[in-house]
């Protein structure tokens, strides 16, 4: 029987299929260089230590945990990689494991040969931030229980932080784990200790400044009281009246020069930020000059309000703009920045502590500068 053209056909492509889907001839349609663009691509889009220490720093921890994890897929090698995930995993309350990966870390080369260490923040420094924000003395305290293992002082602080946050049970094992490790708590101040234990039974924040005392209403020392600042406000009723047209003049002025100052900062920055970005490293400084920028608008309404000085503003825009120019320097900058508005805040702030333990921890230790973050991995 001869075959219709039709059968033909049909019996062309059945012979034709096997070779079609043959192992060999796949492989051959997947082409090995494509493989290598991908893995570029990704390593273009890991973030820098820095930029996950920004994350940590915000309390984005699970987009921080995903960076650092992608990038210790990319470099298994880095030490850098899994000292960021032992942090933030300190932060997430997961101590155990974040020490266990810590030392996974030292044991690397990476370790030793750029000096990595965990940064960590004297008691009193940390004191200070935990009163006005407690998220962050919190991931602070994180560090230096990673860092210096269970340390009472870390724990009593921590106790008061959770306190001041009202995260009672938080606060309550906190205050117990101190109690464990040093049951007298001899470098709590005894007031800030007392009023931490109220707080605790109440539920109502504690005191830290201590109890606040008024006069009783019927006291004649109340009247005396009134009567000496009356005197002492007639005195200076007449001198305000005769200088309040030169302050107001002065003021004006002020204002007009610090508005003015934060305008033209504003025109140049929008210039810097019109610069096409190209590379990964100038779009890391783009995003630091836009966060600048963000700032100079910040300052061009206080200067507004009259609470900028023109010369401390162009003094801040300067060491500024001298950050954003690379990871590094924004980091040491953050970190100063950091450490001196903590002593600044202590200078005059009542204390957890006894005075003369707020220096240092239960080891010695005062602080550490650590090597954490950086541009690279």
């Not at 420094?125 to 002082?153: C, T």
């Not at 162009?314 to 500024?320: A, D, E, F, V, W």
């Not at 970190?335 to 204390?351: I, K, T």
Request: proline share 7%; charged share 20%; no cysteine.
């Amino acid at each position: 029987m001869v075959p219709s053209p039709l059968h033909a056909a049909a019996l062309t492509l059945l012979l034709l299929a096997p070779a079609t889907l043959a192992p060999g001839a796949q492989a051959r349609l997947a082409a090995p260089a494509s493989a290598q663009p991908t893995l570029r691509l990704v390593a273009e889009t890991l973030l820098t230590p820095d930029a996950v220490i920004a994350l940590m720093n915000e309390g984005r921890l699970g987009e921080a945990e995903a960076a650092t994890r992608a990038a210790l897929a990319a470099h298994p090698e880095s030490a850098r990689s899994l000292l960021m995930l032992a942090r933030i995993q300190a932060r997430q309350g997961d101590l155990g494991t974040a020490r266990a990966t810590l030392k996974r870390a030292e044991a690397l080369p990476q370790w030793t040969e750029q000096a990595l260490a965990v940064p960590f923040e004297a008691p009193g420094d940390i004191e200070a931030v935990m009163l006005r924000d407690q998220p962050a003395a919190r991931g602070l305290l994180a560090d230096v229980l990673l860092a210096q293992g269970d340390d009472p002082k870390a724990y009593y602080l921590l106790a008061m932080t959770e306190a001041l946050a009202q995260r009672w049970d938080a606060s309550r094992a906190a205050l117990a784990q101190a109690r464990a490790l040093a049951p007298a708590l001899p470098f709590a101040d005894p007031q800030s200790l007392a009023s931490l234990e109220r707080a605790l039974g109440s539920g109502q924040p504690p005191q830290v400044a201590g109890p606040v005392i008024t006069p009783d209403p019927t006291s004649p020392w109340e009247y005396l009281t009134w009567i000496v600042v009356a005197g002492v406000l007639g005195r200076t009723m007449w001198k305000a009246t005769r200088q309040g047209k030169e302050q107001a003049a002065r003021r004006k002025a002020q204002i007009a020069a610090a508005t003015a100052e934060a305008a033209r900062l504003q025109t140049q920055l929008a210039r810097e930020l019109n610069i096409p970005a190209t590379t990964p490293e100038e779009r890391q400084r783009r995003t630091r000059l836009q966060a600048l920028a963000a700032q100079v608008d910040e300052w061009y309404e206080r200067a507004q309000a009259g609470a900028l000085d023109p010369q401390l503003l162009n003094t801040l825009y300067g060491q500024l703009l001298a950050a954003a120019q690379s990871d590094e320097a924004y980091a040491a900058y953050q970190q100063q920045l950091a450490r001196g508005g903590a002593w600044e805040s202590r200078r005059d702030s009542p204390s957890s502590l006894n005075s003369t333990e707020r220096d240092s921890w239960s080891s010695g230790s005062g602080s550490s500068s650590g090597n954490a973050g950086g541009s690279k991995w």
